[in-house]
């Protein structure tokens, strides 16, 4: 940014390509509009050059759709000295009939192609994880979490909770005089992010911890203070609010929270709730309507509808409002990935 504002006679390029592609694949200089808060675009590919994105069964996918990147043309290099396993595994056979290359170098990296062409980097294929069924980009949640007032940096990182379940970590470090705590950050995230991008544990540092090569060095990250809560669950026939109490203390690891917190913003997800469904018919000893909790994600909203009351219409307006901007969120992060900007 402040080359680009700074030297108003200097042309700034962005260069992608990995080594395999003699360095360079595409390229694209930067405008002023580029400097908007979203990713600087890695351009289209240089002369002689073809860059596909793909899918797992490596078909083109659509624009504003995530691929890994495939570069074909006359850079590519011929593969690794006397490594000819690690040669037939990046240097593949051309999928797309009619391409003037019958080799392409799968490059690990993900792309997404905007409106306009140009293509947007936006991670590597082993840095996505997958949570709750949706694949996630941690960087995309990053870049969120950095756009927020009183946040100078952030890394997300997906941490297992146990064989079977990974968690998003967020380490947040507040501005300079900023004041950033978990709630807040949260609260203000949610409204930019859809529930399954929200991380479960939001933990505020001082400093990210930097590897010699300057990249965050995730290793050294303080351990996320996950919360136990009590695992102990009253028996059939004890209090519906201290059941469902109990079994959010056990589902969601957090000790302490307040009737009218919402069970996505302790850190729930879908399969979580679906879990604190099994265990309140465990507990309670009758069926529970699944659709119930998703409708009704408080304490003080559920316990009512399994009492046979009606909730408060200050309850039941929260529970719309979120709704809303759940449908907002989305729909920007949508109109984001095809590289729409969100006020059209």
């Known amino acids: 940014r402040r080359a680009v504002e700074g030297l108003p006679g200097c042309k700034l390029i962005n260069g992608y390509g990995p080594t395999e592609t003699t360095t360079f694949a595409c390229c694209h200089t930067i405008a002023p509009e580029d400097l908007d808060g979203r990713a600087i675009p890695i351009g289209r590919p240089i002369h002689r050059t073809e860059v596909h994105l793909l899918d797992s069964e490596r078909r083109p996918v659509a ?12 850079g590519l290099a011929c593969g690794y000295l ?3 396993e690690m040669t037939a595994a990046r240097f593949v056979t051309h999928p797309l009939a009619g391409e003037p290359s019958n080799r392409l170098y799968r490059t690990g990296d993900i792309g997404r192609r905007r409106e306009d062409g140009t293509i947007e980097f936006r991670g590597r294929l082993d840095d996505q994880v997958k949570i709750s069924g949706h694949r996630i980009e941690p960087a995309e949640i990053q870049a969120a979490l950095s756009q927020l007032p009183g946040v100078r940096e952030a890394e997300v990182v997906a941490i297992a909770v146990n064989s079977q379940e990974k968690r998003l970590v967020a380490y947040v470090v507040p501005a300079k005089n900023g004041e950033a705590g978990a709630a807040t950050v949260r609260q203000q995230l949610s409204q930019r992010l859809p529930d399954f991008m929200i991380p479960s544990v939001f933990q505020v540092v001082e400093e990210l911890p930097i590897s010699p090569n300057g990249k965050v060095d995730r290793a050294k990250l303080p351990a996320p203070h996950w919360e136990k809560g ?7 026939g004890g209090n519906v609010e201290s059941i469902v109490r109990a079994v959010w203390q056990k589902v969601l690891r957090v000790a302490e929270f307040g009737a009218n917190e919402n069970f996505f913003d302790l850190g729930g997800n879908s399969l979580m709730l679906i879990e604190a469904h099994a265990e309140l018919e465990r507990a309670l000893g009758r069926e529970l309507s699944l659709i119930t909790l998703f409708e009704y994600p408080s304490v003080a909203a559920l316990v009512p509808q399994m009492e046979g009351r009606s909730a408060t219409h200050s309850t039941l307006r929260a529970a719309e409002q979120r709704a809303r901007r759940q449908r907002e969120a989305l729909h920007r992060i949508r109109r984001a990935r095809c590289g729409v900007g969100a006020d059209q």
């Open 63 to 74: 624009d504003g759709e995530d691929g890994e990147i495939f570069i074909g043309g006359d």
């Open 82 to 84: 006397h490594q000819p």
């Open 230 to 236: 009590t695992g102990a669950v009253p028996a059939e």
